[in-house]
């Protein structure tokens, strides 16, 4: 059995702390009947897809996504191989799956519905500082499930706050030269 992680250091953690120990039985072991591909595209969103081909080539069994650009990246690379996806935001919002009672395809998954919790966190930030009135967000704009939560959250802002604003980045770099230290 092949396991393939595209981008996920904490699925790798994950895998090997909960996963890895049930499947080592005397008659299976890492390394020789389970396999573990990991691929990562060290926050480079660009280069997921080509991490995703090269996971297809393997001939995975199946393939682990953490956050949304890895699960698109990987519903675009294969439409055979089972996809898990974990912190993937809004599956449906994103177009990942058709529905959450009926997804679809290829594609499984946990979500933390976190889209319709935007503005459930603004609630809770003003209840804890109740004179609070200007918020800003700072969120990766390439990423269609935190641009989906940062659209929630700016739906509900005029409701606890006088002002919100944003500041999208794409990558670690675009930040970095956005907030020079």
Known sequence: MAFSVLDCDRVVHFLGMNFGRPFVTPDTSKGKNIVIDERFAESEVSRLPALAAELVELKVNVIVTSGG???????????TIPIVLLGAGDPVGTGLVASMARPGGNLTGVT?????LSGKRLQLLKNAVPRISRVAVLYNSSDPAMTLRYQALEQAAPIWVSRSSRSAYVSPRSLKARFPP
């Open 69 to 79: 650009a890895a699960a698109q990246a990987a519903k675009k690379a294969t439409s």
């Open 112 to 116: 933390e519905f976190s889209t319709d």
